[in-house]
């Protein structure tokens, strides 16, 4: 598989198709960090759209794009094991603030995944895309791996999480508001947990707390999420 | 310079030995989990039993985990394959992905503040 991705990264397509997408994606990290407090600013709309643009205008089928750009797409399975360094890292923290903030986490991590899959059952959506919907609020690489195991499109998870985490990130200090929560804290820990690294990278702006709270919602729900949707699936279908 | 380049592939390579042991494990023992996820709990206990572990892994892994967007980018241009699904399912992803996303945000804060509330009061008691 590796070797494989290599083999493709190192032909003239490969070549053409792994520099571009790095090129876009470097503007789209200039553009990111300019406009940094706009979500949709996120470099991966950038380089999506652009990307897709030149393959479309190029003629060039989507089949032979992800061949060209395989390695980059091999690359999600060691940066998911890589994940484990962030989650390391918070887990004395998570210590430190105990049973509350873990129920809070468990809380954004079983009420975001059942309330979007309900919203695509009442409307007989086809199933695979009702087993996407149910990963989309973990951070994406996971997202893709959980929603693979139990039966969703693994594309399909990648855009719902970025667009839950873009919305969330945006709606975040009206829904607050609405909703009249005032504790920094608590809003950090929604954001992490419901919106992910998008929400994370909001919360930011929130303050040093916020932020790290947010992180924490974020590492914690997602190998939780990660781990329980696959066997509670393994159990349903033998 | 020598020291941070060993460090790096020391880390890289401890980060792949567990991606392919978890890969293999979950496909021949038949684990619930993906293998990438295997292979991250792998790596994790590691760092739980060898906590002198985690500069070399944080030399590999940090570099990649903060340009991870870009690897998403193969994938996300794959949901052209769907597009007639996304199209006849458009105002059910719509809502499941605007709508819920706000409300589940909202409850999520609410819950988390009366949790930590809970904890604000009870502090002094039980401070660790």
């Not at chain 1, 999480?161 to 929560?181: E, H, K, Y």
């Not at chain 2, 996304?86 to 809502?95: E, P, V």
Request: glycine content about 8%; overall charge neutral.
């Amino acid at each position: 598989m590796m070797i494989e991705a290599i083999s493709h990264a190192l032909s003239l397509s490969g070549l053409i198709w792994l520099g571009s997408t790095l090129l876009f994606y470097w503007v789209g990290l200039r553009i990111n960090r300019k406009y940094y407090r706009y979500p949709i600013s996120h470099p991966l709309i950038f380089t999506a759209v652009s990307v897709g643009t030149i393959v479309f205008l190029s003629n060039t089928s989507i089949e032979i794009y992800q061949q060209s750009a395989s390695f980059l797409h091999w690359l999600l399975g060691p940066v998911t094991v890589a994940l484990a360094l962030p989650i390391y890292r918070q887990w004395q923290r998570l210590h430190h603030y105990g049973l509350p903030l873990l129920l809070s986490i468990m809380a954004g991590g079983v009420v975001a995944p059942i309330f979007a899959w309900a919203a695509l059952w009442c409307f007989d959506s086809p199933i695979s895309m009702q087993l996407t919907m149910l990963a989309k609020s973990i951070t994406t690489p996971l997202a893709m791996e959980a929603s693979a195991q139990i039966g969703g499109i693994p594309a399909l998870a990648a855009v719902f999480v970025i667009t839950t985490g873009v919305v969330g990130a945006i709606a975040a200090t009206s829904v607050f508001r609405l909703f009249d929560v005032t504790d920094t804290q608590a809003q950090g820990v929604a954001l992490g947990t419901v919106a992910h690294a998008v929400g994370t990278a909001k919360s930011l702006q929130m303050g040093d707390e916020v932020a790290a709270m947010a992180t924490l919602g974020l590492c914690v729900n997602g190998i939780f999420t990660a781990i329980i949707l696959p066997i509670i699936f393994s159990f349903l279908s033998p | 310079m020598i020291a941070g380049m060993q460090r790096w592939i020391f880390g890289a390579i401890l980060v792949l030995v567990c991606f392919y042991v978890g890969t293999w494990l979950s496909l021949s023992v038949g684990l619930p989990l993906p293998g990438a996820l295997t292979g991250l709990l792998i790596l994790l206990a590691i760092l739980f039993i060898a906590p002198s572990a985690e500069p070399y892994v944080a030399r590999a892994a940090s570099p990649l985990l903060s340009h991870m967007s870009v690897l998403f980018v193969p994938a996300v241009l794959g949901v052209t394959t769907y597009w007639t699904e996304i199209a006849q399912n458009g105002w059910a992803i719509g809502i499941a992905i605007i709508i819920t996303t706000c409300i589940s945000l909202g409850i999520s804060a609410k819950i988390a503040e009366k949790l930590l509330a809970a904890r604000h009061s009870s502090q002094g008691q039980n401070d660790d």
